[in-house]
Each structure stands twice: as structure tokens, then as C-alpha cells.
């Protein structure tokens, strides 16, 4: 997370976000991993004979209340509902309750379905909560982590495994880094038994969970690369009190630029469930992502975007969001990407900071202009431009009519865009 007192990335969500778009682009791919829900990331693992608890997904408490009748009549004597949204903490923020009848499975339904659901990864606002998943309870005896990730550094998938399961794994990470157990894996010989066993043994496992546990883990393995994932979680990885592994929770991000190959998980995708102006981005292609300052960036690439935002934090101000309007934007794209950024009431000030290559500098500008005539925006709009046919764009600028700001250099841009966001000239 970047240091430094307050900065841009206030939320870890936003970093990993954000870090994520800045390779994928630079790759040429784009800025998001789809996430899905729990109840679907599960019906995933059991087709990988992965274990998971038996459950239903409810999105009204007539569907909720059949479905708490139905484990307790299986002989449940506990039965677990929960909040479906994509967001961790779900349990702090009262989002999960265990119950032991079907009057309190029915209250429970009726407290989490429709309540705004705050966690330490929504953000003070929150996120409507309109599903459920209602689940036999299970006899925990621990809880661990299993989880795996693409790390780039290494061109691998890493395998992680921690006794310390239920916790945020960032947390666990920050505090005792050893405490997060790691196998990197070869893409050329993939995920090996004995890779699983050593995970297994260091995690503490009893004898006769070991085999089970290199068929859970060996499952995972293949079900992360099968669909394309970026992430996989088991938080927690619980073993049972009659020695069951069992995958109590589960996170799934899937790679976007990989969705091509995969009709039935894109269809998984909850627009509900993101935030409207991304969704509307990308529809015209454009990598956008919000953030909670009030500078609105349109920039050409993800590493000038991340430069971008990082001097308007050192000006002073705060970027509203992460926008590459990309290599090969038109005149459209740019005058969809303004009419985004205008959306959000937040956004005090545009800074556009482009170096054109592949696009042109007078192709950007006659699209600024005409998404500022047609749009009709009356907040102040500060550019700094550099690269092909920047001449004949700043001449179109000056003869538009309409009064930009031009700085020569980002630095001095960034300035005049903090000065007008504040309200100075």
C-alpha cells in the first residue's frame, strides 16, 4: 500500500484495484477482475469436488424461510444466513447470523435482506444487500486460509496457506508475515502432490486429513487455472470435529480479458453489485475507475495515469477516479469518458494529461471540444499535452472558443488543477 500520510488510495480494495489495472493495461488487457458471489464461487468448487456446506441462494424471505425449512428438516441443528455481496467482513458488519430455529432463521432473513451492509471494504456507504444465501451450519473445530493468487513478480501462481483463518489475510500479512505459508508453482508441471502435503503438514493438519487435503487443494488448483481466475480464497478453510475438510467460505475474481472463453461465468457477472458509472464505462471500453477525490482524470495509459494521480496527491489534491481512455480512443469514447466523469457530483475539476502516440493529440482535442460545447461543462478543464500532432491540437484548443487551462508540463497542469478545484483560478 503506498506510504506516506494521506493518500489517493485510501481503501486496500483501491490498491489492489488500481495495481491490477496499471499491469493488465500495460499488457494491453483491461483494469477489472469480474468477482462473483459466494453461493456462486461454491456451485464452482463442487464441480471440482471441492467440499462445501449444502445451501440455497434466496433473493426474497419467501425463497429464504423455504430454504431454512428445508436443512432444518434434513436435521440441521444449525443453520447459517448470510448476506451476499461482494465485500469481505461481511460477519463484522452483521451481514452473517447463526441460528438454531426457523423463527430466528426468518428473523435473520428479514434483518440482512435489503439492509445496507457496511464493511471495511464498501466504504462508509455501504452496499445494499439483495441476495442471501442460506446454509447448514457446520461443527468447526478450526479455521484456516487457503488461497491462491497470480504473482507476477515470479510468472507463477502462488499457492498460500495460514493457520489463521477468519482473519484478513492483508492483516495477517502486515503482522506476521511468516505466519503465510507459500508454494509457487511451475505453469510448465503445475500444482504437485507433494506441494499440497507440505502446505498441509505445515498448516497443522491431522494425519488422516492429509490425502483429503491434497485432493481439496489439488481441486482448487485446477478450478483457479480452468476458469481463468486472478484470485482464489478460502476464508476460512475449516476442518470439522469429525475430521471433514471443508471450504466455509469462497472469493473468486476471474481475469476480464479471459471472459471470451468463458459464456457460462460471464453471465455470473451482478452489475447490482458495481458501481453504476464503471458499468457504464464499460460499455464504450474505457477503463474507469472511481475514487474518492474530487480532480476527475482522462488519461492515455495506465502507467501516465498512475503518475497522473500521484501528482495531483502531491499538488495537494485528490483524483476522482483512475481513467485511460486508452491508445486508440475516438472522438466518441472521449465524449462518453466526459459525459462519466461529469456524473460523478464529486468532481470539482477535469485534468486531461495526454501523450499522444498511437492517439493523436489533435484527435483528443477536437473530442474535448466537442464533448465540452455538447455537454455544455461549466467546471474548469486543465490539460497538458505532449506528443503527435500536439501543435495542431493546441490550436484547436485556442480556437475553440473555450477557456481551457494548458500547463507545459504535468506538474505546473497539476497545479492549476488543484487551484480549481479549490476554487482559485
Do not use: W
Request: charged content about 25%; hydrophobic content about 45%.
Amino acid at each position: 500500500m503506498p506510504q506516506g500520510g494521506n493518500r489517493t488510495f485510501v481503501r486496500f480494495q483501491d490498491c489492489l484495484r488500481l495495481a491490477a489495472s496499471a499491469t493488465l493495461l500495460a499488457a494491453g488487457g483491461n483494469t477489472k477482475h469480474m468477482k462473483i458471489h459466494e453461493y456462486q464461487a461454491k456451485e464452482i468448487l463442487r464441480k471440482y469436488n471441492v467440499p462445501v456446506p449444502g445451501g440455497e441462494m434466496a433473493i426474497t424471505l419467501e425463497e429464504a424461510d423455504t430454504a431454512a425449512k428445508s436443512l432444518f428438516a434434513a436435521g440441521n441443528a444449525v443453520v447459517v444466513v448470510k448476506a451476499q455481496i461482494h465485500a469481505g467482513g461481511r460477519g463484522k458488519g452483521g451481514g452473517v447470523k447463526v441460528v438454531k430455529t426457523l423463527n430466528d432463521a426468518n428473523a435473520a432473513s428479514k434483518a440482512i435482506l435489503g439492509m445496507q451492509l457496511v464493511t471495511h471494504q464498501t466504504g462508509a456507504a455501504g452496499q445494499k444487500v439483495q441476495r442471501l444465501l442460506i446454509e447448514e451450519g457446520s461443527a468447526i473445530e478450526r479455521e484456516l486460509y487457503l488461497g491462491l493468487v497470480l504473482d507476477r513478480a515470479s510468472a507463477k501462481v502462488v499457492f498460500m496457506a495460514s493457520q489463521a483463518g477468519g482473519m484478513e489475510i492483508e492483516e495477517v500479512a502486515a503482522k506476521d508475515p511468516e505466519a503465510i505459508y507459500k508454494e509457487y508453482i511451475d505453469p510448465a508441471v503445475g500444482f504437485q502432490p507433494y506441494q499440497a502435503r507440505k502446505l498441509a503438514f505445515k498448516l497443522g493438519l491431522k494425519t488422516t486429513q492429509i490425502n483429503d487435503a491434497v485432493k481439496f487443494m489439488t481441486g482448487l488448483y485446477k478450478a483457479f487455472i480452468d476458469t481463468d481466475s486472478t484470485l482464489m480464497e478460502i476464508n476460512p478453510f475449516i476442518t470439522t470435529k469429525d475430521d471433514k475438510l471443508l471450504a466455509l467460505d469462497c472469493k473468486i475474481n476471474f481475469d476480464d480479458n479471459a471472459m471470451f472463453r468463458h459464456k457460462d461465468l460471464k453471465e455470473l457477472r451482478d452489475l447490482a453489485e458495481e458501481d453504476p458509472l464503471e458499468v457504464e464505462a464499460s460499455k464504450y471500453a474505457l477503463n474507469y475507475i472511481k475514487l474518492d477525490g474530487n480532480i476527475a482524470c482522462m488519461v492515455n495509459g495506465a502507467g501516465l495515469a498512475m503518475a497522473t494521480m500521484d501528482i495531483i496527491e502531491y499538488a495537494g489534491g485528490s483524483a476522482a477516479n483512475f481513467l485511460d481512455v486508452g491508445g486508440g480512443a475516438n472522438q466518441e469514447q472521449i465524449e462518453n469518458a466526459f459525459g462519466i466523469l461529469l456524473s460523478d457530483p464529486n468532481v470539482k475539476a477535469i485534468f486531461i494529461n495526454i501523450f499522444g502516440g498511437i492517439l493523436r493529440v489533435d484527435v483528443l482535442a477536437q473530442g474535448v471540444v466537442n464533448a465540452a460545447k455538447k455537454l455544455n461543462v461549466q467546471i474548469p478543464i486543465i490539460l497538458r499535452l505532449e506528443g503527435t500532432n500536439v501543435e495542431e491540437g493546441r490550436k484547436i484548443l485556442k480556437d475553440s472558443g473555450l477557456n481551457f487551462l494548458v500547463g507545459s508540463t504535468m506538474k505546473e497542469a497539476a497545479d492549476m488543477a488543484v487551484a480549481a478545484a479549490k476554487g482559485g483560478k
